[in-house]
């Protein structure tokens, strides 16, 4: 369920990709609807083991050498290999499950994000907060939980993170980041509409390209409002409009950077060939944030078919993690 993102990455370098499309070359290599934009439509793939942040082994060094990048694509593969579950494991997951890639995107980069160009997150403003959960025990926590996962406690469902609560998905943000799996996105894509539905969860963003304007300021969404619009042959999307349930950020699933009211994320898809887009997102939040943060990420075609994840449909977790607190209540109170 939780990404462990470690670096590795795939020898091949293809400058065509890193580069944002521009010029007749890649005009006229890429599919296009009929309106003659570019055509985004199909399910991604946006998987891979590059970090979001540089690993400090790697702090004055932006890109892997080939070598370096044989030599940690290999330390990935290894990593998931069928062992034992851990000492008091109950048994809920294995590597089968997880899906993270061994390689990493194409440029061999060592981080996800491009800016600030040290690959960091960048520090914090005077009054931003952060909250932090854990996988293995609650933390003190303030209300409303921003991470996905993890909690404060069990007295209600609101001590729980969002994604535990089928509320917003590990890995769709938005922004979009590469998580333990499930990490496929279906665009569909008309001369006036783009429609974005990332498999967990599966919401679906209508983003309307007709230049209507962003809802009031007073209503706010799960997923904020989008629109957007074409830059040449990049599709540009802005969103504004989050909810403060929501944070500004999440750097891992277990953290949260912020409140989402006062975030305005721009989003960049330009596909660059017939198997590749380019994913490129900017945070910009001065309530938050000192400098915004840019990552790019690239989508790969997936010739498999995207499936509801349904995750409310016979989920039974929440509800018996409440339950089996209420229980061990029970059982603290006899035994007085």
Known sequence: MLCALTVGVLAMAAPAI??????????????????????????????????????????????????QAATLEAQAAASFVDRPPPKGSVGGYNLFWF???????????????????????????????????????????????????????????????????CL????????????????????FQTSDHVVIVNEMVHDARIIPLN????????????????????????????????????????????????????LHLTERFTRVDARTIRYEYTVNDPATFTKPITAVIYLRKSEEQMFEYACHEGNYGLLNILRGARAAESVSRESR
Do not use: C
């Open 18 to 67: 890193a580069q944002k499309a521009t010029g007749s070359a890649v005009k006229s290599s890429v599919p296009r609807a009929p309106d003659g934009r570019p055509d985004l439509q199909g399910v991604w793939d946006f998987r891979t083991v590059t970090p979001l942040e540089r690993p400090d082994a790697f702090a004055t060094q932006a890109q892997l050498t080939a070598e």
């Open 99 to 165: 899906d993270t890639r061994s390689s990493a995107v194409e440029d061999r980069r060592t981080s996800l994000i491009v800016d600030p160009p040290d690959g960091k997150v960048p520090a914090l403003a005077p009054n931003a907060k952060r909250q932090v959960g854990s996988l293995e025990e609650n933390r003190p926590s303030d209300l409303p939980i921003r991470y996905r996962v993890g909690g404060r406690g069990y007295d209600g469902p609101e001590d729980r993170g969002l994604a535990e609560r």
């Open 168 to 187: 917003i998905g590990y890995s769709s943000g938005p922004p979009m980041l590469p998580g333990g799996y499930n990490q496929n996105v279906q665009l």
């Open 211 to 262: 230049g209507r304007p962003h809802l009031p300021s007073d209503l706010r969404q799960w997923m904020g409002d989008s629109r957007g619009r074409w830059d040449g042959d990049t599709l540009v999307v802005e969103t504004t409009n989050f909810t403060s349930k929501t944070a500004s950020f999440n750097p891992t699933v277990t953290s949260a950077i912020g409140t989402g009211e006062t």
